[in-house]
Nanobody, 122 residues
């Protein structure tokens, strides 16, 4: 089992910045992908797909959604088993619950955090 704890969410004005953290503990996959996903607050119904925001592999390869490229940066600290999401130039449409995901190399086994709410006011 892997436990993921997100932090850093909150209320920020448009144009502002936030940094999210996700700390992983437990039986962590040595080769893995950590990702940040988001889901609008009014779309929390079970089965609603979460949008990939950014991901990083244990080898350091990153991937971003087009909507956040140039504004968000994902990074990881393998020694602390923690992944970060630096969010700059935030827009109201970035408002969502942000979830951390830890996946095995194949992606077949994965775990989710409970999420942290980011609200961007206009």
């Amino acid at each position: 089992q892997v436990q993921l704890v997100e932090s850093g969410g909150g209320l920020v004005q448009a144009g502002g910045s936030l940094r999210l953290s996700c700390a992983a503990s437990g039986t962590i996959f040595s080769i893995n992908t950590m990702g940040w996903y988001r889901q609008a607050p009014d779309r929390q119904a079970p089965g609603t797909q979460r949008e990939l925001v950014a991901s990083i592999t244990s080898g350091g390869i990153t991937n971003y959604a087009d909507s956040v490229k140039g504004r968000f940066t994902i990074s990881g600290d393998n020694a602390k088993n923690t992944v970060y999401l630096q969010m700059n130039s935030l827009k109201p449409e970035d408002t969502a619950v942000y979830y951390c995901k830890h996946a095995s190399a194949t992606g077949r086994v994965f775990y989710w955090g409970k999420g942290t709410l980011v609200t961007v006011s206009s």
